[in-house]
């Protein structure tokens, strides 16, 4: 079981996001537990305000220190587990299926969403573990950015596949990009399945699934070739493709 606890300023986000499919069902049956949490709750002053205006000017607001501290006290009283608190931001280290497996890990994660121009620098010095960007662009908030972490972490949560297997060969789990699949009908239109997947010898399909895989990630992903360890038979296979 691994525990999220969001914090946001707009956590009304999530609902439907976490309301459906394999994600509803794992925290249906426990193996995922969410719970949001709104910051303005923190907020003192009578307007409930977590942004104010930037020190030595400029545009935008900026994301006060004070709610975020008080909501991360409170809700980290009980903290007996393994957790860790993230700040989703464009300016962190970019996510990637290794980072998901790492913090897959952990017992709690306690993520913190930005908004406006971006939080107070002091949340980020004192108050945070770990800071995680989804890619070089930028979003209006931390919301949408967080949800895509819940989501690749969770898959990789025992008993949340149905089919475990499914971990195993998919796309950059071994740095490789994954075999193309297909199902029924055989032919469409003339847009034919390969053969060798409608022969039912296993040891051709696994070669043949093997070889596509490598095409694959050669044609349109070398850099992750270069962070794989390839076997003899694969390498022999890679040299194939490349003679092709
Ligand atoms: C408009 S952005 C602030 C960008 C900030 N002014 C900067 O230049 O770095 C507001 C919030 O959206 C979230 N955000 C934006 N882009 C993101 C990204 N690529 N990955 C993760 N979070 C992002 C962060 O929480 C950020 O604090």
New binding site residues.
Partial sequence: MIKFDILSIFPEMFSSPLSFSLLKKAREKGIINISLYDIRDWADDKHKMTDDAPYGGGC?MV?KLEPVEKALSAIRMDDREDSTVI??????EV?NQQIAAELCGKQRIII????????DERIREHLVDRE???????????EL?AMVLIDAVSRLVPDFLGNPDSKISETFSQNLLEYPQYTRPADYKGWKVPDVLLCGNHAEIERWRKKESLRKTYQRRPDLLKKTRLSAEEGKILNEIKEE
């Fill in positions: 935008g994301m700040l989703m931001t464009p300016q962190g996510f913190l969403c930005g908004r406006y121009e971006g939080v995680i960007s989804i890619g070089d662009y930028i979003l209006t908030g931390g950015a």
